[in-house]
């Protein structure tokens, strides 16, 4: 229920893991199972926990990919070489596995079929997880709010959900990839970082009062959130959720 | 702007564990600057502890030190804080 | 109470010498970026360096005058109440003992303070006899802003939030002040070694 802040304080859950499906490269999309899962919406995030035999833990935050489906969740896990959770994560989680969760969270960057559009989702690598939880949802209420999703990656092989994303364009949302490091044979689209020129082509414009959500490496979302600010866009009408330096 | 700094939303699992309250889509004001805002849109920094400052004058609005079995939660930098109920 | 992931192991050093490692820590060979607030971009033509507060009367260096002071070469452990323990690490700076030589003060306590607004306490004693420096360089080079250049503090003795990034003074005080952690759940002096990371350890 919208509006709805009471909640009952977090707890640690073990979650299971159901299922583990390459994506990209570098990138993985592993689906939970939480007995008791209360259902998320679409923008929240889990915050996961390991715990190493000697008792040193390590937590990290993901966004929720997935639309709302009973007890099961998933997470986009981006593989970085010498980090500390993601290896463990793509390279030993296996089918059956547990660890622990603890979730849903977060009001603020969240959207609901009922808020409708027009929307404007940019993205920035592995930030595409919760706006992919947004376009997922919107798809299964049959919603027709206008949806513009611009997405950066580095490659044409980089887009996560590339294929499925190619499904879902038409139908009030529009897809629009920039592929910032190399392009593919005969690419007429996008081929240079984010910038204000190009949010106001993708539009919409500031006069149609967009919701706005940005989510990506934290430079990625300072540099748009800036350039929709100076474009005329309603500061509060954007909302952002930045990952960090690495965006992993 | 720093590389490592992150949203309100970043630190909403911790506070969510003090609070039956969401607590980034409450308003807080600032007691420095009176600026009123969703504490989910602050500049969330991680040292020590986390801070999470005022996204227009970078007052902290409110420091979570987390040990093992205690939290501490400062929240002298905002003069309120408005919560749906 | 939390369950072991199978095969986690995380990114620590598994064979540090246990006698430097403190109850608790992790050795790590990363050197991880943490801040309580946005780095400080203080023109280098702007800085200073005061000593204030109860003295005789206020020192003040400028960067020119800071540099021209004896500096050392410093190799120590440092210790994050975080449990992340980095070793052998090297710095260049100027001895507090240097800064305070001809300081004439009754004083037992001190803050450090830094642009941006953190402050951290401790005693006197405490960075007095060749335990606490103002540091410039890490690793043979210009300390870098995010790590606290162009200048922060260095006690290796205390938990690493004693040593103030961005370090602008010392103000020397009859009283003790806690500073922005320590009024809010951390322990007011911190030493690794007695585990004392919080109020009542």
Known sequence: MAGTAVLGRLTWKAAKVVDVVVETRHVKTITFDVPDWPGHRAGQHVDIRLTAEDGYQAERSYSIASAPDGSRLGLIVVRIDDGEVSPYLTDELRPGDQIELRGPIG?????????????????????????????????????????????????????IYREELDRLNGGGLRVVNVLTDRQPPGWTGYARRVDAEMLAEVGPSPSERPRVYVCGPTPFVEAVAEALVRLGHDPRAIKTERFGPTGG | MDAGMLDGNAVAGLLQEVFAVEVTTATGTCAACGAAGAMGATHVYRGAGFVMRCPHCDNPLVKIVRGDDRLW????????????? | MSFISRGFRGRRVADAPRDRVPPGQYVTRDYPVLSAGPTPHTPIEKWDFSIMGEVDEPHRWTWEEFRALPSEEVTRDIHCVTKWSKLDTVWQGVSIDTLLDG??????????????????????????????????????????????????????????????????????????????????????????????????D
């Open chain 2, 73 to 85: 939660i400062d929240l002298s930098g905002m003069r309120t804080l408005e919560v749906a109920v």
């Open chain 1, 107 to 159: 009001g603020y960057f969240v959207w609901e079929p009922a808020q409708g559009g027009p929307l404007l989702l940019v993205a920035g690598g592995s930030g595409i997880a919760p706006l992919m939880a947004m376009i997922r949802l919107r798809a299964a209420a049959k919603s027709d709010a206008q949806t513009r999703l611009l997405f950066s990656a580095r490659s044409w092989d980089d887009i």
């Open chain 3, 103 to 200: 300081v004439e003060t009754s004083a037992e306590y001190v803050v450090q303070y830094s642009d941006g607004g953190y402050t951290t306490n401790l005693p006197l004693a405490d960075i007095t006899g060749g335990k606490a420096w103002v540091v410039f360089e890490y690793e043979g080079e210009p300390l870098h802003p995010e790590h606290g250049g162009p200048a922060r503090m260095l006690v290796p003795h205390l938990y690493f939030w004693k040593s103030a990034k961005w370090v602008r003074g010392l103000r020397l005080q009859a009283f003790d002040e806690p500073g922005f952690w320590e009024t809010n759940g951390y322990n007011n002096y911190g030493d690794p070694w007695r585990e004392q990371r919080y109020w009542g």
